[in-house]
C-alpha cells in the first residue's frame, strides 16, 4: 500500500511550485506551472487543482492519498480565517484562497505567507533542523524574513511578522524603498541592493575590476560582485564589508529581542557562501548582547527553492496532527 | 467561603515584593521584605517562605487557599527546570530556584525573568490588556524588556529573549555597557543614559538650565531633564529627542519583526508620559513598514511597580491550568 502524500504550493509571481512530500518531508514528486495573472489572479485556485489532478493521473495516484494542502502566498495573510490580506504581484486583495481552494480540490487547506512557509521548511528539513526558536532571512531580488519563537511562526497581530527586508538600516537620507520607506535592509542587502550599492561605488570613480565588467556587459549583477571579491577587488571588498555590516546589524539586534538558536540565510544571494556568512557572522558577534551570541549559529539554507513546499507540507501535518 | 489565591514574587536587588492575588488578577494584599544579599543569596527562598507565613498568620488565612507561586528573579531563566541561569546582583548561578521554594513552601512555583513577567502583568491586567503580541520595554536604572508572540513569552534558546536593552543602537563609538558590549540602547534610555547624555551636551558648553541644576544640586537626574523640557530648554530637548531617536528605532526595528499589538513603556523612566511618547511615537511611525505601523499601539505601562507580582500570578494560574 502507498504511503499518504502531503501536498506543498508556492504561489509566486512567475511560477506555482507543486509537490508531493511524504509526512517525513521528503519530496516524491516536484512540478512548476507558470502563474496566470489575468483577471486580477482570478484562474490560479482552478489551475492548482487542475496541476494536482493532472500529475496524479500522470503518476496513477489516488486522491485519496492527499493528506491536504499547505500553500504559501506573497504577501501578508491571516491564518486562521485562511485569507490573504494582500498579494500586490498577483492582484489578490482579502482574498479568501484557503476557503476556495478547499472548495475546488476538496482537500483542507492550510495557507501561510510565503516567507514564513520557507522559514518552516529549514526548521523541518534544512539548515534550521529541530531549532524552536529560529530567524530565516531570505535574500533574493527583495529581502523577506520569517521568525519562528517558542516553535511557531510570528505572524503578528496583522500578519506583518517577519518582515526583516524592511527593518530601517539607514536612520537618515537611506534610499527609497517600494513600501514607502527610505533606508529598509531590502535596499542594501537584496541582489538589486547589492548592484545598487556597487554602481554608488563605481561612480565615486574609484579603480575596480567591476567598472569593466559594466562595461563589458552594460549591467552588473550581485553574483559579479561576489566574484570581484575572490579576486581580491578592493571596491567588492567594499561592498561587500557594507552588505555585510548592514546584515550582521540587523539581524543582531533581531536576536536580542528573540534569542534564537539558528540563523539560516536563504534566497539567491546566500550562494555566495562564505564570502558573505563569515563577515556577517563578525558584525553578527559584534552587536549580540554575550549570552545571545552564544546561544546562535548562523547557516547557508540549505533547502533553495524547495523550502516553501516544504513548508507547506510541515503546516498541513502540523496542522492536521493538532 | 473564602476565594483561592495567587503569591506574586518580584525578587530585586534591595527588595523582594510580595502580593497574594486572586484569580482575576486583583490584589488582595502587598507588602515587600528586603533582599538578604548574603551568602550568595542562601537566605532568599527561606525569607520568602516566612514572609508568606507571616502574612497569613496576620490576615488568618489557610495556607490551602494559595495555589501557588509565581516568581521573578533578575536574570535569565531556565523556566522548564525552574533554573536562575545567572543574578548577578543576588549571587545566584545555576540556583534551582522553583525546586528549592517548592520545598520550603510546599507550594506549586514557578518562575520566570523579573522583566518577562512584568511584560505578561501588562499584557493580563495592564497597559498590553489582551495583547497576544506585545513587547514590553522598562527604562529604568538600565533598560529590561519582554516579548510576547502568540500569547506565549520569548525565552529564547538559552533564556536572554527579550533583552531590549542590548539592542545596539549606536555601532560605532557608543558608551560602555556592563554586558561588555558599546552603545547599548541602555546605555541611552535608562535614567542613567539620559543624565550621561544630558552630561555631554553640558559638557560641550551650550546654555541650559540644566548646567544650573548641576551646580546648585552636584548631579542631575532624568526628572530634572524632563522638567527642563517643560520649560522649553533647548538641550534637555536636544537630550530627548536624541533618546527618543534610539529607542523609537529600536523598538521600530523589533516590531517589523515581531508586528506587535501593543508597545508598553514601563519603569521609572516612563513617568516622564507624553514628554516623551510624543517623540517616540514619531520615530516609530518613520521607521516602521507601514502595515506594522498601522497594526501597532504604543502606551504607557500602568500597573508600576505591581507588574512583576501580577504577572507572577498570571503565571500560576496559566501553567495550573495547563
Known amino acids: 500500500m502507498e504511503e499518504n502524500l502531503l501536498v506543498g504550493v508556492d504561489l509566486g509571481g512567475t511560477t506555482i511550485k507543486l509537490a508531493f512530500i511524504t509526512e517525513q518531508g521528503v519530496i516524491v514528486h516536484k512540478w512548476e506551472v507558470p502563474t496566470n495573472r489575468d483577471e ?7 489551475d492548482i487543482n487542475d496541476a494536482i489532478d493532472e500529475k496524479l493521473r500522470e503518476i496513477g495516484l489516488k486522491k485519496t492519498k492527499l493528506l491536504g494542502i499547505g500553500m504559501g502566498a506573497p504577501g501578508p495573510v491571516n491564518m486562521e480565517q485562511g485569507l490573504i490580506y494582500e498579494a ?39 539548515a534550521g533542523e529541530g531549532a524552536d526558536n529560529l530567524i530565516c532571512v531570505t535574500l533574493g531580488t527583495g529581502v523577506g524574513g520569517g521568525i519562528i519563537t517558542n516553535g511557531q511562526i510570528i505572524h503578528g497581530v496583522n500578519g506583518a511578522g517577519g518582515e526583516i527586508g524592511h527593518i530601517t538600516s ?40 567591476l567598472s569593466k565588467v559594466l562595461e563589458a556587459n552594460g549591467l552588473l549583477s550581485a553574483k559579479d560582485v561576489f566574484e570581484a571579491v575572490k579576486n581580491n577587488d578592493t571596491v567588492a571588498k567594499d561592498v561587500i564589508n557594507t552588505i555585510a555590516f548592514h546584515l550582521g546589524l540587523a ?15 536563504g534566497g539567491g544571494v546566500s550562494k555566495a557562501g562564505e564570502i558573505l556568512l563569515q563577515p556577517v557572522k563578525e558584525y ?39
Not at 492582484?91 to 522559514?119: C, I, S
Not at 520607506?181 to 575596480?208: D, F, H, N, P, W
Open 284 to 322: 553578527f558577534s559584534k552587536f549580540t548582547f554575550p549570552r545571545v551570541r552564544i546561544g546562535a549559529e548562523i547557516k547557508i539554507a540549505i533547502l533553495g527553492n524547495d523550502a516553501g513546499v516544504i513548508g507547506g507540507a510541515w503546516l498541513v501535518k502540523n496542522e492536521l496532527g493538532k
Open 251 to 265: 539581524i543582531a539586534n533581531l536576536s536580542n529581542g528573540i534569542n534564537p538558536e539558528k540563523i539560516v540565510i
Open 170 to 209: 539607514i536612520a537618515e537620507g537611506g534610499a527609497h524603498c517600494n513600501c514607502g520607506k527610505t533606508g529598509c535592509l531590502e535596499t542594501i542587502a537584496s541582489a538589486t541592493g547589492i548592484v545598487r550599492i556597487a554602481l554608488e561605488y563605481i561612480q565615486k570613480g574609484q579603480s575596480s575590476e
Open 88 to 126: 500586490v504581484n498577483i492582484g489578490w486583495k482579502n482574498y479568501p484562497l484557503k476557503r476556495l481552494l478547499e472548495e475546488a480540490t476538496d482537500l483542507p487547506v492550510f495557507v501561510d505567507n510565503d516567507a514564513n512557509l520557507a522559514a518552516l521548511g529549514e526548521m523541518w528539513r534544512g
Open 40 to 46: 486580477l489572479g482570478s484562474y490560479i485556485v482552478s
